[in-house]
């Protein structure tokens, strides 16, 4: 992304006009950038706090990212997979 810090990241993604659609993907992309990376980073949670905080759209694709998630451990994932979801998610419940 290039960004140096949340906020930083949160104005270049409005500069950029994206459309509705276009939009709801920042939040599948966080999520998959999450579970690819090696270890946790708060940078994206944070990122996605921000856009939920001055966004309502973000908030309730982000809210259907989640319960895609949870579903998501009803079958069998290893315990690090696990453990970054619900870091993520935790970020958002607490």
């Keep these: 992304m290039g960004a ?3 906020t930083n990241a949160m104005k270049r993604l409005e500069k950029i006009n994206l459309k509705p659609k276009q939009e709801r993907e920042v939040v599948r992309i966080l999520f998959k950038v ?4 090696k270890y946790y980073n708060p940078f994206f949670s944070y990122l996605l706090q921000k856009l939920c905080i001055f966004y309502r759209h973000y908030r309730f694709t982000t809210q259907i ?4 998630q949870i ?3 009803n079958f069998h ?3 690090k997979k696990m453990i970054k979801r619900m870091t993520f998610v935790r970020a958002f419940v607490i």
């Design 4 to 6: 140096e810090n949340p």
């Design 34 to 37: 999450l579970m690819k990376s």
């Design 65 to 68: 990212a989640i319960w895609n």
């Design 71 to 73: 579903k998501a451990l």
């Design 77 to 79: 994932i290893n315990l």
